[in-house]
T-cell receptor, first 115, second 114 residues
């Protein structure tokens, strides 16, 4: 069974640009969530999607957005990139996070560097 | 507000010795607790979880964790450490009241020497 796949693995962007990251969940998983990992702030929740609807959102500015497609694949977009957006972005999938006791399975992440 | 504390930035143990990585939590409602491990330049791998029932939970790679409700702790343990266990370990918590986001601790680097 394939795991969570994130593309691309590495990305270098310039300040002011926008970027789109992609996540393919484990087959059969309907919930996808995104996290940002930085050395200073650790792992922070961005948002969660279930059945193409955003079900939960973390405390990030509106420049961070996402969506989920009918096949459960998800994308996140960051507009007007800032240097502080440099981070490892992790996607996680689960059968259904709505039950709260379900473990999430993470992809290898996309390393975004903003210069 | 929900929070997780991992009081040690780094834990050093010798191979073959038992290891403990500490975690305490604060959450409204019944907690669901998780441990993840991260190797360099990789995502997080699920180790184990506590939902309800037996306070001692067994997980992958010989790891186990003990839930203590009165001390709001969920320490990760392994009877005999391996050099290959060296990695970054994260404790996380979620509750029905808190929603579906995982709240992570800052992480503890485990270093196992041969």
């Amino acid at each position: 069974k394939a795991g969570v796949t994130q593309t691309p693995r590495y990305l270098i962007k310039t300040r002011g640009q926008q970027v789109t990251l992609s996540c393919s969940p484990i087959s059969g998983h309907r919930s996808v969530s995104w996290y940002q990992q930085t050395p200073g702030q650790g792992l922070q929740f961005l948002f969660e999607y279930f059945s193409e609807t955003q079900r939960n959102k973390g405390n990030f500015p509106g420049r961070f957005s996402g969506r989920q497609f009918s096949n459960s694949r998800s994308e996140m977009n960051v507009s007007t990139l800032e240097l502080g957006d440099s981070a490892l972005y992790l996607c996680a999938s689960s059968l259904d996070l709505g039950t709260a006791n379900t473990e999430a399975f993470f992809g290898q992440g996309t390393r975004l560097t903003v210069v | 507000a929900q929070s997780v504390a991992q009081p040690e930035d780094q834990v050093n143990v010798a191979e073959g010795n038992p290891l403990t990585v500490k975690c305490t939590y604060s959450v409204s409602g019944n907690p669901y607790l998780f441990w993840y491990v991260q190797y360099p330049n990789r995502g997080l791998q699920f180790l184990l979880k506590y939902i309800t029932g037996d306070n001692l939970v067994k997980g992958s790679y010989g790891f186990e964790a003990e839930f203590n409700k009165s001390q709001t702790s969920f320490h990760l343990k392994k009877p005999s450490a391996l050099v290959s266990d060296s990695a970054l370990y994260f404790c996380a918590v979620r509750s029905h009241q808190a929603g579906t986001a995982l709240i992570f601790g800052k992480g503890t680097t485990l270093s196992v020497s041969s």
